[in-house]
């Protein structure tokens, strides 16, 4: 068993000092956590995987497609593999669950 908290993830990602910190990464599944402060730019380009966010903390709108949709705490929102997506309009800091399926390669051009 893997077992993580949200604090001790935090700190993992700001040692990095990258907005994106893969912290599972298994040929069926890879999860990382996002965070974008208020105010910022969210710079992610279309996957070739399905992912799945959930939101843990923050505000914002996200864009998926011709689709804008609220995000706040508790929100899930799922976007399909290929589908241009980003966060926007964050009002507050944004803190975000992200689980690729399969796992997610690319972490080189992530930001």
């Given at each position: 068993?893997?077992?993580f908290e949200i604090a001790e993830l935090l700190a993992s990602q700001a040692a990095t000092g990258r907005a994106y910190y893969e912290f599972i990464s298994?040929?069926?599944l890879s999860v990382g956590l996002y965070t974008l402060p208020t105010g910022s730019s969210d710079p992610q380009q279309p996957?070739?995987?399905d992912e799945v966010y959930y939101v843990v903390s923050g505000r914002a709108v996200l864009r998926v497609g011709d689709e804008d949709q609220p995000v706040t705490t508790g929100s899930v929102v799922?976007?399909?593999a290929g589908v241009p997506h980003r966060f926007h309009s964050i009002t507050v800091d944004l803190t975000v669950l992200v689980f690729f399926a399969p796992a997610e390669y690319s972490r080189a051009a992530r930001t």
């Open positions: 068993m893997q077992a298994i040929p069926a996957h070739t995987e799922l976007v399909a």
